[in-house]
């Protein structure tokens, strides 16, 4: 069964231009060529004024999620793509959840 994951960060002020080129140019093509299906993203504003980001990734099962998630986050990706996100995103914003299908889509 596909797992979906749900992805949200806060923007920091001033940030979301530089952000959406990073996740255009560098993180989504090299997320995609390891394997992640992008469902989606989306920008929000909360009741603060505060931007935020929201993407949904599939994977085939929980297996594959975390095998996937395992070859993303590698010593390049701590090394060089990690520092530029958080320079973008408050890194205590971060939440990750993963989706249950509340119906079938039969």
Do not use: H
């Amino acid at each position: 069964m596909n797992v979906i994951e749900l992805r949200e960060y806060q923007i920091k002020p001033g940030k979301t231009a530089q952000w959406l080129n990073l996740m255009e140019k560098e993180i989504l093509p090299y997320q995609r060529s390891k394997g992640v299906e992008v469902i989606n993203s989306y920008l929000y504003c909360d009741d603060n004024g505060d931007e935020w980001f929201v993407w949904l990734r599939q994977f085939k099962d929980e297996q594959s999620r975390q095998e996937i998630c395992s070859q993303l986050y590698d010593q390049w990706w701590i090394n060089e793509v990690r520092p530029k996100v958080f320079s973008l995103i408050e890194e205590r914003s971060v939440k990750v959840r993963t989706l249950q299908a509340a119906f079938s889509a039969n």
